[in-house]
């Protein structure tokens, strides 16, 4: 792999107390005077500067370059460079490259080759003392002969018999690797290639979808930015310097943009005939569904608007790309509260399985913000912003409880009691009967007293292991309240991991 680079390039590498590469051209790094040459060991006589010149018939006639055409496709082409006198005609000096250049390249590099090898033709002999020893071989040195000729030499071999050294040695000229070379360039292009589109993701800090999701992970969901798009990955780091892939998603996500404010629902969960939204999803396609598909099935027509989960009946086209969501079942998978107060051009997200993805995660890392990229497969992770993120652990956190009723007795002792809710799947028919699985570790509670129906004074927390807590007359006169009056609370369903879950607001 580094001899291709060393053709192309002009490079030469050396070892010492290390591995050296150098570019050819450099300038001399020494200078050797006659009186330095030439030296020895005994008595023997021999030329200072010993000057060797080879004939040309051990030459090719013609340099051939092999290489793939970046004009042409990467198609192979092959350029020469011919001796214009030879000796031995027809011999040719194969070299085949497998790295991507233009004509004009691959012609300057048979120019360069033919023309080196022809200087290279004249070689020298250097023997100096150990004033010299810090010469090795690539570098370039000019040295003096017995008429004040100078000769710009480059070494190639060292023999170290210290204090005597050595030098095998070539004539040098760095002209001759900067070639203007001309060459046919008449190619035309069979092909494009396309450069993959960035990627548009979101990161999804929401209830879990599926039971298999329940972990303390959270969602991911993406799609390119056009065509074409081979997929992507989703990278985490903890600086912004070092980044990990926690994931691939090989499939395009349907997300975009509410171009509508959707309105508020207080009512039950029943389908909300009122209100619409509108949606943008760039690349997405929406379908309608029946009524009994939707009440059988909470993964067909589901939507994240906002931070709410809902079911659309009807998806009907408006334009491209553009549709109105309408006959929705709202409230899904715990979001009542997000069934309020929604804001105008809110992210909306189809909640399928195409282009989602699971980002697992340690207990631990709750709460704590990260980096977070979304990498199309194929560019470089620098080049893409990163977007902060903080998983917050929603995927584990209990819906709120339902039915809170309050009994009293002759002295208005107040038992409160509800009914509880699961993250998990339910089975409410069927000859197994019903299965209401509990998703957290234990059973346990917490319902707080409020002042008054602003809720922003608490005057008692109550705990709780099973849905049914007391609250005596003589505590609701420590409080402050006169027993018999309505009391306000909220309840909460315990989580080991991310403690309350989303509340239960009532008057009782």
Same mark, same amino acid.
């Given at each position: ?29 020494? #200078? !050797? ?33 092999? /290489?793939? @055409? ?18 031995? %005609? ?6 085949? !490259? ?14 360069? &080759?033919?023309?080196?090898? %022809? ?20 570098? $370039? ?37 900067? @070639?203007?070379? $001309? ?12 450069? @993959? ?8 800090? &929401? ?7 329940? #972990?303390?992970?959270? /969602? ?19 600086? @912004?310097?070092? /980044? ?11 997300? =975009?943009? *509410? ?23 760039? =690349? ?30 009807? %998806?009907?086209? $408006? ?28 992210? *909306? ?9 699971? &980002? ?88 707080? +007293? ?7 004074? +608490? ?48 008057? %009782?």
């Amino acid at each position: 792999m580094l001899e291709l680079l060393f053709t192309t390039h002009y490079i030469e590498m050396t070892v010492s107390d290390k591995i050296y590469f150098r570019p050819r051209g450099s300038a001399s790094v020494a #200078d !050797i005077p006659y009186e330095d040459l030439g030296a020895g060991d005994g008595d023997e006589t021999t030329e200072p500067l010993s000057i060797t010149q080879r004939t040309d018939i051990e030459l090719p006639a013609q340099v051939s370059v092999t /290489y793939p @055409n970046t004009d042409n496709d990467y198609q192979i082409d092959t350029q020469f460079s011919d001796r214009l006198v030879s000796s031995v %005609a027809g011999t040719v000096s194969q070299v085949q !490259i497998a790295i991507g250049m233009t004509a004009e390249e691959a012609k300057g590099v048979a120019d360069t &080759i033919n023309l080196d090898q %022809a200087i290279a033709l004249v070689g020298a002999k250097l023997k100096v003392l150990g004033d010299y020893a810090e010469l090795e071989p690539t570098d $370039v040195v000019t040295a003096e002969d017995r008429d004040g000729h100078v000769f710009t030499l480059r070494l190639v071999k060292r023999t170290d018999t210290y204090p005597l050294l050595e030098f095998d040695a070539v004539l040098e000229d760095s002209s001759v690797l900067i @070639n203007e070379s $001309v060459t046919n360039g008449d190619y035309t292009p069979s092909g494009t290639v396309d450069v @993959n589109v960035p990627t548009l993701w979101r990161l999804l800090d &929401i209830p879990i979808l599926r039971d298999a999701d329940d #972990d303390a992970g959270f /969602y991911a969901v993406a799609k390119g930015d056009g065509t074409p798009w081979p997929g992507a990955g989703i990278y985490e780091s903890p600086d @912004n310097v070092s /980044y990990t892939l926690d994931a691939a998603i090989n499939t395009r996500g349907v997300f =975009g943009t *509410c171009l509508t404010t959707l309105g508020d629902w207080t009512g039950p969960r029943v389908f909300d005939e009122v209100n619409t939204v509108r949606v943008n999803i760039p =690349g997405g396609v929406a379908s309608s569904y029946t009524r009994d598909e939707l009440l059988n099935d909470q993964s067909k027509g589901a939507w994240l608007i906002g931070n709410e989960v809902l079911q659309a009946r009807d %998806a009907d086209l $408006v334009s491209t790309d553009v549709y109105d969501l309408s006959g929705l079942l709202r409230g899904g998978r715990g979001t009542e509260w997000a069934m309020v107060d929604h804001g105008a051009a809110e992210r *909306c997200v189809m909640l399928q399985g195409a282009g989602f993805t699971r &980002i697992v995660q340690e207990t631990s890392d709750l709460g704590i913000a990260a980096y977070y990229k979304g990498v199309t497969a194929g560019r470089s992770v620098s080049g893409v912003t990163a977007e902060v993120f903080t998983n917050n652990g929603v995927g584990k956190k209990p819906f709120s409880p339902f039915d809170l009723r309050a009994s009293r007795d002759g002295s208005n002792n107040i038992t409160f009691t509800w009914q509880r809710r699961t993250r998990r799947s339910t089975r409410t028919i069927g000859a197994l009967g019903i299965s209401i699985p509990l998703g957290e570790a234990t059973e346990a509670y917490q319902l707080d +007293v409020y002042s008054d129906g602003t809720y922003t004074t +608490v005057l008692r927390t109550i705990s709780a292991t099973s849905p049914t807590a007391a609250y005596s007359a003589a505590d609701q006169t420590t409080d402050g309240l006169t027993p018999g009056d309505p009391v306000f609370v909220r309840v909460y369903q315990m989580s080991q991991i991310v403690n309350r879950g989303y509340a239960l607001e009532q008057a %009782a």
